[in-house]
């Protein structure tokens, strides 16, 4: 198991949402406003399930836990696409870490 993934954010990394943002649920996937850019994201149902999950800050991988336990998903997978999204949104100012 690569711990890192070659990315600023790996498995103990605790994160947690972003200030200036406001989410709302729309036909299932979550929407996210960053006030301070202007710009609208659309998570999808995972990338919603995920932010639900930062309304407390989370370890990564206890992210990767919670989706092992509600999803039928391989767990390598899981964990690459978690990285993957957190990375993601982390670029986007979105997320931040604790």
Do not use: H
């Amino acid at each position: 198991m690569n711990q890192t993934l070659n990315s600023s954010i790996n498995f103990k990394t605790v994160v947690k949402v972003a200030e200036g943002l406001i989410a709302s649920d729309m036909d299932g996937e979550k929407v996210v406003l960053s006030v301070s850019n202007g710009k609208y994201y659309n998570l999808e149902v995972i990338g919603g399930r995920i932010w639900d999950l930062l309304v407390e800050p989370q370890r990564v991988s206890d992210i990767v836990d919670a989706l092992l336990e509600e999803y039928q998903i391989d767990r390598v997978a899981c964990e690459e696409d978690v990285i993957a999204f957190l990375n993601q949104v982390y670029e986007e100012g979105l997320i931040q870490t604790c």
